[in-house]
Structure formats: C-alpha cells, structure tokens
C-alpha cells in the first residue's frame, strides 16, 4: 500500500465514550478514545476481553452510537444518525466480518453473498452477477451453488468476505476472523485479507490474537476503554 | 426491498421450514373451511326461509266469517262476505290478488263412466292468481264466465288423472250433483310448504254458477261468498294489508267501535317468521363455532411466529447489520404470516366448499357455491394473518442487532 492514497481520513474519532448503565452502576466500555483511521489503511484493533474494542466496532460499524464524543466515517456522524439511516449507512458504506461467519445455513453461498444487496435502494438490478464477481474473488466462483454446510470452515469465512465485499462498502470491518478457524485456514484468510487490501480497500481488525495483528500495517491496543498504544507494525506478516 | 423479492424472501422462509409450514397452516385450513362450510350452511338454511317467505302461500291471508264472535252467546248463522268486500280489497295498496270463493263440501263428480268425492269450488278469475296454479290445458275462468253464468269448469290435474286416465280432458262433460258442466281448463296445483287443504281433487267453476245451481240453497244468496283470500305483492308490509283488511270489513259488516269482529284472518306468517329469526340464530351460531376454530389456528400460527423470530434472531440481527431497516424485518415477518394464512385461505375454502357440497347433497339440497361467504372466509384468513403475525412481527424489528448477533 503506498502512502499516498491513504492520506485522506476515513474514520475519525474525537473524545468517543460510551457508558452502559448496569442497574446502579455504569461501566465505561470507551474511555475519551480519539483515533483516525486513513482511507486504504490494514488496521488491527487488539485488548483483551473487556478491553473495549468490541464497543469500539459497533461503533465503528454503525450498530451502536457513542453516549459523547463523535464517530465520523466517511464524513458522516454516526451519532447524529436515526435508526433508518444507520441501517442504509450500513448497507452502503460497511462490510462485516464476524467470527462465527453468520452465514444462513440454508441459503447458497451466492443467495448469502447478495444478501446486503437485497437492502440496497436504489435496487441493484444485477446483484447475482455483483455477487457471483464478489465470490470470485475469494477464489469461491466454483462454490457459488454450495451451501454453508457443503463448505470448510476456511472457505465459509471466504464466503462471509464475499459478503461483505458485495456492496463495495467503504470498510470491511472483521470482528474475531479467524476465531472459528485452524492456524493454516487463519493464515489463508489473513493473507486474502492482506490481498483485499492491496487493491484498495480499507480493512480493520477487531483481535485478541498478536499473531493475527501481525498481518495488520499499524496495530492499536486497547486496555479499559482507552487506546495504551498506537504504532506502524514494523515487520508485517506475510 | 419491492414487493417481489419480500414474497420470494417469506415464501423461501416457508418451504425451508416445510413440516413446520404445513402443521401450523392446518390449524387455518381448518379454520377456514369450517368458517366456509358453516356459513355456507347458514346460507342455505336463510335461502330456503326466504323462498318460502316469499312464497304465496306465506304472503296469503284468509279471510273467514266467525260464528260464535259477536253479539250473544247463541248460535246465529255466520255471515257470509260479499262480492263487493273482495272488490275493495283488491283496491288496497300493495294487494297482489284477491278472490272470493264459495265453498261446498263434498260433492261426487262423475262422468259417464266413472265417479268421485272432491271438492267443488266457486270461484273467479283472480283465484288462480291467488293459489299460484297455473293452468296446464285450456284456459282459466273468465270474467264473462262469471257474469254469464256459463256452465264450465277448470279441473285440477287430480280429476284429470283420476277420471280421464290423464287424456286431455277439454270439452268433455262433467256432472257435480247432477249438474252437467263442460271442462275448459285443467292447472297444475303450485308447490307449496303450506296450503289449506292438500287434496288434489278439485273442480272450480264461476263463482255465480255454483251460488245459484250447487252451492246456494239457502246459505247463499245474491252476491255472496264463503270466505276471501288475499294475497300481498311481493316485499310488501302484510301487516299494514292486514290492518286496512280489517278496517274495511268493520265498516262493511257494520260493527260498533270496540264491538269484536265476527271474522277471522288466518296467515301462516307469524311462524314462518319465527322460523326466519331462528334459522338466523342458528347461522349466527354456526359461524360463531367457524370463527373459534379459525381463532385457534390463528393462536397456532403467532405461537409458531414467536418461535421463529426466536430461532432465527441471529439472522434478523445478521439482516439488520447488513443494512436492514425495523421496517425491512417487520414485513418480511409479517408477510410470512400473511402468505401462509392465504395459501392455507384457499386449501381451506377449497375443502369447506368440498364439505359444505356433501353435507348439501346428504340433506339433499342443490350445492351452490356463494362468493359472499368464500370472500367472508378468505378475508378472515387475512386478518388472522395480519393480526396474529404482528406481535412476532414487531418483536422481529424491535432486536437489537448487537444483541442478536451475539444470541445462541
């Protein structure tokens, strides 16, 4: 990725808290976050369990909104958003990964990959063929009649980047990616994660694991809702 | 997301869960075709009152003199009509026919060859309006039978068959206490539930002629009748006929001011409406017992709603993070329960028509198939659809999909 296409902002976040209020007490889950994220950028989000970054991600993924501070994605404010707006907000400008694939199990693996097409307005009058092109490249065009249950564990999360890819989303925002998957699969889809993001797309990470983190171009670590460090991953995996 | 691909979106929802789809539908087919074999039950029964509501015998009313009512207790001879009473009658407003008719008992009618007991009437023309007969052979009546004296007769088809061996009987002789008559016409008596004196052996002949060669003797003289029948047209108030009747007869016989009448007017309609109202509790109740079953199986369908949404919250909060709106979740569940209650709308009209056909013919009825209660069945189908699946429906769209994302 070459520094000079990711110069343009795609997220900011300015002062981002978010408090849930359990019974008497309240846990804040972000802490005063402010974080930037260019456009192109291969970021990891890491912290342990608890840490806030699955907060920050539906944040992130405009399925939660902060109780101060802003969230501006692609120069919108998430926080100013209602709930019809952040779900076509969502259609249009994010892609999600999710840890156990979220596949519907009796549905095609083409039917799955189209699904965020099936919300779009105006209606997209070729979303097989937008589908089909988003499953090819995984590297799952000869998949496309399959089912989840017909599939890997490997190629079921290929499927799930596919639909995330579909609606050429600004982001693809993965939650736990390779959670579900053995060392080698997690390896595969790192590195088509990697692949993705060479030709453009701007990519985060949501992970416990350093070893995933690795294949991330700049690494934030979260610890009680606040960012402790924040750097360029010097030896990139490959 | 177009009305299209939302159907195509419930309808691939509903085979995926095939035996789930077809057990919850049979609670609505059975719903809807007992609230289609009911009512339609109900239909036939309120038909059947009509038809015979509106039949002339139930629109008849009959007029006849009362002995015993009046002045003393002692026997005095009841009076008779006259022709003039019936002429008035006729006057009256929404009056369809009224006749006069001079009443003998028994008389033998013989022909040459052969005889027999039946009655002998005096009537006029309008008396075959009156009846509902209708003349097979020859003509009826006329009025210049009647005004000159002319001595013919209109047999009913009994006499034909009995005395002419049901050969055309027109032009030959007949004699009724040594009489001799000539039959111009023979009817055909009209079907009816109700009549007055179901003997089919009957021979009317001018009402003058009877008076003044079989009937009269004593008992009748100049213009008089034996008893007046009165029918109402149709859709009229009888009731309010029945009231001028009476106003009429107290001035023509003359009665004081509160003074009873020496007459009575008999009409089958008091219990022919009671058996309106009755048959209309009856359907009312037959559709009530429809309508449970279909209220049963509309419970059947929320409850198997709620465990949908629940099954499926993964995939409602999936939906929702791909770009789904509440809107979006809502009708797709909705529409679910919509379709399966159509789809199971017409299996059950289809069968309730079936049922409802069987029970017709066991009973011995012509089957019909009205489209006033297949669309009353249809359109409760609908609503159970609507009303029952809106609960699961909005509890779909109401799921946090943060939430439902994480739901095991």
């Not at chain 1, 694991?209 to 960012?227: L, N, P």
Request: aromatic fraction near 6%; hydrophobic fraction near 45%.
């Amino acid at each position: 990725m070459s520094e000079a296409s990711s110069e343009t902002t795609l997220i900011s976040c300015r002062d981002l808290t978010k408090i849930y209020k359990m019974g008497q007490s309240e846990v804040r889950a972000l802490d005063g976050v402010n974080l930037d994220i260019m456009k192109g950028e291969f970021v990891a989000i890491i912290g342990s369990s608890g840490s806030g970054k699955s907060t920050l991600m539906n944040m992130l993924g405009a399925l939660d909104q902060p109780t101060t501070g802003h969230v501006t994605i692609n120069g919108e404010d998430i926080g100013a958003m209602k709930s019809k707006a952040l779900a076509a907000f969502r259609n249009t400008t994010i892609g999600f990964i999710f840890q156990q694939f979220q596949l519907l199990p009796k549905k095609s693996a083409l039917k799955n990959v189209a699904l965020p097409l099936q919300y779009r307005k105006p209606k997209v009058k070729d979303a097989a063929q937008q589908a089909a092109n988003a499953l090819a490249l995984v590297g799952l065009a000869d998949r496309a009649g399959h089912r989840p249950t017909e599939l890997s564990g490997g190629q079921q999360q290929r499927v799930a980047i596919a639909r995330a890819l579909a609606g050429s989303p600004k982001v693809l925002l993965a939650d736990e990616p390779t959670g579900a998957l053995d060392s080698k699969t997690s390896t595969d889809i790192m590195a088509l994660m990697q692949d993705l993001n060479a030709k453009g797309i701007t990519i985060i990470v949501i992970t416990h694991e350093h070893e995933v983190a690795a294949y991330a171009q700049r690494v934030i670590e979260f610890k009680d809702g606040r960012i402790i460090s924040n750097k360029r991953n010097e030896g990139v995996a490959a | 997301m177009n009305v299209l691909s939302t159907l195509g979106l419930a309808a691939s929802s509903l085979i995926e869960r095939p035996l789930r789809s077809i057990l919850t539908s049979l609670g609505i087919i059975i719903g809807v075709a007992s609230v289609y074999a009911m009512m339609s039950l109900g239909e036939v029964a309120k038909r059947q009152i009509e038809e015979s509501l509106n039949s002339i015998s139930t629109r008849t009313m009959q007029v006849w003199p009362d002995r015993n009512r009046g002045r003393s207790s002692q026997t005095r001879p009841t009076m008779p009509f006259t022709e003039s009473d019936i002429i008035e009658m006729r006057a009256i407003n929404g009056v369809y026919a009224a006749t006069g008719t001079l009443t003998g008992r028994s008389y033998t009618i013989a022909t040459d060859l052969s005889d027999l007991t039946g009655n002998f009437l005096g009537v006029d023309p309008d008396q075959l309006k009156a009846s509902g007969n209708e003349v097979k052979l020859g003509e009826n009546i006329s009025y210049a039978d009647v005004e000159t004296r002319r001595p013919v007769v209109v047999v009913s088809e009994g006499i034909q068959q009995r005395l002419f061996d049901g050969q055309n009987p027109l032009g030959q002789i007949i004699k009724v206490n040594n009489v001799t008559f000539t039959i111009k016409g023979v009817v055909t008596k009209a079907e009816s539930n109700i009549s007055f004196g179901n003997d089919d052996l009957f021979v009317w002949a001018p009402i003058t002629v009877a008076r003044e060669r079989v009937i009269g003797g004593n008992r009748f003289i100049q213009n008089h009748v034996s008893n007046i029948r009165v029918v109402g047209g149709l859709g009229q108030n009888l009731d309010s006929i029945e009231k001028e009747i009476d106003i009429l007869l107290r001035r023509s016989r003359d009665l004081k001011v509160g003074a009873p009448p020496d007459y009575r007017i008999f009409s089958s309609r008091g219990w022919q409406e009671q058996a309106a109202s009755t048959t209309k509790s009856l359907s009312f109740l037959l559709a009530a017992m429809g309508s449970i079953s279909l209220l049963v199986g509309g419970v059947g369908v929320m409850n198997i709603m709620l465990v949908s949404v629940t099954e499926r919250t993964r995939e409602i909060g999936l939906r929702m993070a791909l770009g789904a709106k509440k809107s979006n979740i809502m009708i797709q569940f909705l529409t679910e329960a919509l379709l399966l209650c159509i789809l199971s709308g017409f299996i059950g009209i289809a069968i309730g028509y079936f049922a409802s056909t069987l029970a017709m013919k066991a009973i011995k009825i012509e089957p019909f198939f009205s489209p006033y209660v297949a669309f009353v069945s249809f359109g409760s189908a609908w609503i159970i659809g609507v009303v029952f699946g809106f609960l699961p429906a909005r509890r779909a769209a109401s799921l946090n999909p943060i939430e439902a994302l994480r739901h095991e």
